[in-house]
């Protein structure tokens, strides 16, 4: 789910990047919140950063005492996702294994459906290896899958989510 969220964070400007001009320094400041946004990943309560969409408030800068550079506390609002039980999420199969398939569903690549939430499918092995039920719907890579979210988890030594999903429900499986 794609949530709109409310951001304060310190953002610091390099003593190089500044120029006497205002205009120059909003976007020294706008420059470094972006450079600093992209380089996090996801955080446990509000999932994974996708984009700032606006920059409400620059508070007033003060010096760092280490390096001479200025420290701004700016709030910002921004899109995150994070995945959530109970709702039904769209992926790409991106591997096919024995007991079950990863799939990437926006930037959350470790979402994993068990042979045993696929009801009906069979793992046929080969070359491309794939999951087929009786009706001849198959599950390979690249395939588009519809699924339901069973749990998540987050793991905080890799900033990066966990989910456990199924093809169990109404209007589920390959789209």
């Given at each position: ?5 409310q951001?304060?964070?310190?953002v610091?400007?390099p ?15 706008l ?9 996090k ?9 996708i984009?700032?969409t ?13 390096s ?14 994070k995945?959530l ?6 992926g ?9 398939i ?5 930037p ?18 080969g ?6 039920n ?5 599950i ?21 989510f966990?989910?456990l ?11």
């Amino acid at each position: 789910m794609f949530l709109k969220t409310q951001l304060s964070w310190n953002v610091l400007v390099p003593a190089e990047n500044l120029d006497a001009e205002g205009l120059m320094l909003q976007r020294a400041i706008l420059t470094r919140l972006l450079d600093d946004f992209a380089t996090k990943k996801a955080v446990k309560d509000i999932g994974y950063f996708i984009a700032v969409t606006t920059l409400d408030r620059v508070g007033k800068g003060l010096i760092s005492q280490q390096s001479g550079a200025l420290l701004f506390p700016v709030d910002f609002s921004c899109i995150t996702f994070k995945i959530l039980p109970g709702e039904t999420l769209e992926g790409v199969v991106h591997k096919v294994l024995k007991h079950g398939i990863f799939l990437r569903c926006g930037p959350a690549e470790k979402v994993y459906i068990s042979h045993h939430k696929m009801a009906g499918y069979e793992y046929v092995p080969g070359e491309n290896p794939c999951f087929v039920n009786d009706k001849g719907l198959k599950i390979e890579n690249g395939s588009l899958v519809r699924v339901t979210v069973i749990a998540e988890r987050y793991d905080e030594a890799e900033k990066d989510f966990r989910a456990l999903v199924s093809l169990e429900g109404d209007f589920l499986g390959p789209v």
